[in-house]
C-alpha cells in the first residue's frame, strides 16, 4: 500500500459530462502529480501541485483542471468528456516538489465515457 | 483491469533466470532516474532510483545500471520470480523537473 488514496476506483459517464476525482497524498508528503494512462499511450504528465502551488504542467487540456486543497488533497476535474477520454487517471505524491525524490502512486481511477 | 496497451516490448524469462530490462531515455540534461513495477489493476510501484552521479546503484535483488555517455538505463533483476510478472517503466527527471515515463517493458515469467 503506497499510502496514497484515489476515489472513486471506477467512473462511467457519458459524453458531455463533468467528473471529479479525488486524491488524498500519502501523510507529510506535499506534492500531488496527476497521470493519464491510456491504452495506446503509456503514462502522460497532466499537472503538479506543490503545497497548494501549481508547480508544472504537462500536456493538461483545457477542459480538465485541478486544484491542491490546504489540507494537501487534490481533485482533478474534467468537464465536457470525450470518448477519447477515457483511460485510467493516477494520483501520485512525494515528499519534495522538485521532482527528485521518488513518487508514490494510488491506484488510479478508471474513466469510461460511453 | 489491464496497466497498459497490448503493444509493449516484451521480455520473456524462465523462473530462475536474471532479467535485464533496458530504457534509452531522451534528455541528456536529466539528473534523477527511477524505475517503476505496474502489476494488473494497480498504480505504478517505487522500484529503485539513482542520480545521474552514479553509474550503479543495488537494492534487494535489483540493480539499476546509468550509462550516460548513450542515455541508456537497465534494471537488472536476479533470479527473477513469478511475482515479478509485471510492467516496468522506467521514468526521468527532465530540465523542468518533471517526471517523465517511458512507454514500458512487459516482463513474463515462465514457470
Known amino acids: 500500500d503506497s499510502g496514497v488514496t484515489q476515489t472513486p476506483k471506477h467512473l462511467i459517464t457519458a459524453t458531455g459530462q463533468r467528473v471529479t476525482l479525488r486524491c488524498s497524498p500519502r501523510s507529510g508528503d506535499l506534492s500531488v502529480y496527476w497521470y493519464q494512462q491510456s491504452l495506446d499511450q503509456g503514462l502522460q504528465f497532466l499537472i503538479q501541485y506543490y503545497n497548494g502551488e501549481e508547480r508544472a504542467k504537462g500536456n493538461i487540456l483545457e477542459r480538465f483542471s485541478a486544484q491542491q486543497f490546504p489540507d494537501l488533497h487534490s481533485e482533478l476535474n474534467l468537464s465536457s468528456l470525450e470518448l477519447g477520454d477515457s483511460a485510467l487517471y493516477f494520483c501520485?505524491?512525494?515528499?519534495?516538489?522538485?521532482?527528485?525524490?521518488?513518487?508514490?502512486f494510488g491506484n488510479g481511477t478508471r474513466l469510461t465515457v460511453t | 483491469g489491464e496497466s497498459v496497451g497490448l503493444h509493449l516490448p516484451t521480455l520473456s524469462v524462465q523462473e530462475g533466470d536474471n532479467s535485464i530490462i533496458n530504457c534509452a531515455y531522451s534528455?541528456?540534461?536529466?539528473?534523477?532516474f527511477i524505475w517503476y513495477k505496474q502489476e494488473s489493476g494497480k498504480g505504478p510501484q517505487f522500484i529503485i532510483d539513482?542520480?545521474?552521479?552514479?553509474d550503479k546503484r543495488q537494492g534487494q535483488r535489483v540493480t539499476v545500471l546509468l550509462n550516460k555517455t548513450v542515455k541508456h538505463l537497465s534494471l537488472q533483476i536476479a533470479a527473477t520470480q513469478p511475482g515479478d510478472s509485471a510492467v516496468y517503466f522506467c521514468a526521468e527527471r527532465d530540465s523542468s523537473y518533471k517526471l517523465i515515463f517511458g512507454s514500458g517493458t512487459r516482463l513474463l515469467v515462465r514457470p
Open positions: 534528455n541528456s540534461a536529466s539528473d534523477y
Open positions: 539513482i542520480r545521474s552521479n552514479m
Open positions: 501520485a505524491s512525494s515528499t519534495t516538489g522538485g521532482g527528485n525524490s521518488p513518487l508514490h
